[in-house]
């Protein structure tokens, strides 16, 4: 299971640009380095995340073999009204992971 | 001011010059002839002159380390507090059975690690303390050095020190080990014949190879290191710098590694600690 840490306002004003920080553990093999053996380690990357609110993507990115590993995403909204904000990430070998925030625009 | 006294070799004169006798000129002839020409060395810095690794990092990489949203080294503690209540071993306990909240039980537990321990008549590290825990207590086997789980736990463990100023116990018992680890710290090894002591006490406002040395103040392991892309543990780090002076290094949780760890953490006493810190 990997492990997830979100930072996102409990609390904002309506209209008010609100920060989101997002951290996930993942190695981010990049599919390019040997192993002791010399034989190539396959790749393993979250090759996408995906940020939802209330059901409306606001954020998406594509990552890379150039990402460094359990990669940290930042990324600003406007906060528009009360509920939940969805987080998806999804890569090799079937991976997914979940998380959900809740926020109260006032 | 420490009552252990520093054991300098090859460059201290003796002030007294009864007892400085045709044997120890002729010792010291021979000495410092192997020796280029330098100046007397820095020796221990003073305590108001130690600085965590912490001040020679840049204005991100601290960024990293003081917000918690952001400091990668939290995920290994997160991990590490599931892994506090997760029963395990034919005894069927978890960490929580017998120290209930971490925050209460192991504050201040990693500021005093490495620790003697009375049955095995040397100090023991806090990886060590948790193996012990887990063979004894909990009747399981032990987690490997530098496994995943055992990273956590101590990341865990080590949180809950945040803020708290180092203090390993000196006392009559571990002094010996304590002097042990010394003179690993200041003995030239390796084939770039260097001691750790010649970078750390004496050249710490230096740079190699464009990094700053720093003063190696063990404050804040496990950590977060950014060339890793992944927590580790203080031993592993002076297995880096014992490679890095072409030294061999010891075994993984070898003894002479628990006596430097012991060393550096009473080096390093009265510093806050900084677990799960963050370095480049």
């Not at chain 2, 021979?30 to 204005?59: C, D, H, N, Q, W």
């Amino acid at each position: 299971m990997p492990r997830t840490l979100i930072n996102v306002p409990a609390r904002a004003k309506r209209g008010e640009v609100i920060e989101i920080k997002t951290l996930i553990s993942h190695d981010m093999e990049t599919g390019f380095r040997a192993d002791n053996a010399g034989k190539t380690v396959p790749r393993d990357i979250i090759s996408l995340f995906v940020a939802s609110y209330n059901g409306v993507e606001i954020f998406r990115a594509e990552l890379h073999p150039a990402i460094a590993a359990n990669p940290f995403l930042s990324f600003t909204t406007v906060a528009t009204e009360s509920g939940r904000i969805d987080f998806t990430w999804t890569g090799d070998n079937g991976f997914a992971a979940n998380e959900t925030a809740q926020i109260t625009v006032e | 001011m420490s009552k252990l006294r520093r054991v300098r070799t090859c460059i201290s004169l003796p002030t007294d010059s009864r007892i400085f006798t045709v044997r120890v000129l002729a010792a010291l002839i021979s000495a410092l002839s192997l020796l280029p020409v330098r100046a007397a060395t820095a020796g221990e810095i003073p305590a108001g002159e130690r600085k965590s690794g912490y001040e020679f990092m840049s204005v991100e990489t601290r960024t990293m380390q003081d917000d918690d949203a952001v400091n990668p080294g939290m995920l290994w503690v997160l991990e590490g507090k599931a892994l506090w209540s997760r029963t395990v071993g034919e005894a069927n306990k978890s960490c929580a059975s017998c120290h209930t909240g971490a925050s209460t039980t192991m504050k201040g537990v990693a500021a005093r690690y490495p620790a003697f321990d009375k049955r095995l008549g040397r100090p023991i590290d806090l990886e060590q303390r948790i193996n012990l825990c887990r063979t004894e207590q909990q009747k399981a086997t032990p987690l490997p050095f530098e496994g995943r789980e055992m990273l956590a736990l101590a990341a865990f463990i080590g949180q809950q020190s945040r803020g708290m100023p180092i203090a390993v116990t000196d006392d009559e018992r571990s002094k010996s080990f304590i002097e042990a680890g010394r003179t690993i710290f200041e003995r030239r090894q390796g084939q770039l014949n260097l001691s750790c002591a010649q970078c750390h006490d004496d050249n710490w406002r230096g740079k190699l190879a464009g990094a700053p040395i720093t003063q190696g103040h063990a404050t804040g392991y496990p950590l977060y290191r950014l060339e890793w892309q992944a927590i580790g543990s203080l031993q592993r780090r002076l297995r880096n710098c014992l490679v890095g002076m072409r030294a061999e290094p010891y075994a993984i949780g070898a003894p002479e590694y628990v006596n430097l760890e012991l060393f550096l953490m009473w080096r390093a006493r009265g510093m806050p600690v900084e677990t799960p810190a963050v370095r480049p």
